[in-house]
């Protein structure tokens, strides 16, 4: 029993459950606000369109009844249809709820696009130096750009293969030198050696 709570405790404090919880509390939120969206402002305008295009008041009034049940008021003569007892598609509802799944998808799509720019962003300012900033805008090139930022940073790598290649260079042609100018008991002997098999 104390593996299990021990295990259960393990879980609960992960970060991927923190933040599914955060998730879920803030989705919770943003639904209330893309409920308000649809409902306050998105609905009423297509209600004034379909009021224009169809004559209905609103999404409300658009069923196709397959079973219609009216009743007569008995004061006032009147003939309504019981919503109740009819057998009806709602297709208000149905609208209504493209909207919604409409308006969340774009929310969700925009956001995790300004967050994947955020952290393309952030790799690409943490491999930048201050003068590799001040050298791409004296190119006219912005630190968002990433094939320029790519560019740039090859044409840098490349530069600096090159130049530790001339420095590898010079340094073994001023080794070789000193050594010939200044021969070690080595060279000496090899000299010899090489002398006396001529």
Do not use: C, H
């Not at 196709?64 to 009819?86: I, M, P």
């Not at 630190?143 to 290649?165: C, G, Q, R």
């Not at 080595?186 to 098999?197: P, V």
């Amino acid at each position: 029993m104390k593996k299990f709570f021990s295990e259960f405790k393990k879980f609960i404090t992960r970060g991927n459950v923190l933040d599914m919880a955060v998730g879920v509390i803030v989705g919770g939120a943003f639904t209330a606000i893309v409920n308000a969206l649809s409902n306050n402002i998105l609905k009423p305008i297509i209600n004034w369109i379909l009021a224009l295009i169809l004559g209905k008041d609103s999404l409300s009034d658009l069923y196709t009844f397959l079973l219609r049940t009216e009743v007569t008021n008995a004061e006032t003569g009147e003939v309504t249809v019981d919503l109740a007892n009819s057998i009806y598609i709602d297709w208000g509802a149905f609208i209504n709820a493209i909207i919604n799944f409409l308006l969340i998808a774009l929310v969700l799509f925009s956001i995790v696009r300004i967050i994947n720019r955020m952290k393309e962003f952030d790799l690409v300012d943490d491999r930048l130096t201050k003068e590799d900033k001040k050298a791409l805008k004296a190119q006219g090139k912005r630190i968002t750009d990433k094939e320029a930022v790519k560019a740039y940073l090859d044409a840098k790598a490349a530069k600096a293969a090159e130049e530790k290649a001339k420095a590898d260079a010079e340094a073994a042609e001023k080794a070789r030198l000193e050594r010939e100018a200044n021969p070690t008991t080595e060279d000496l002997l090899k000299m010899i050696l090489a002398e006396m098999k001529k």
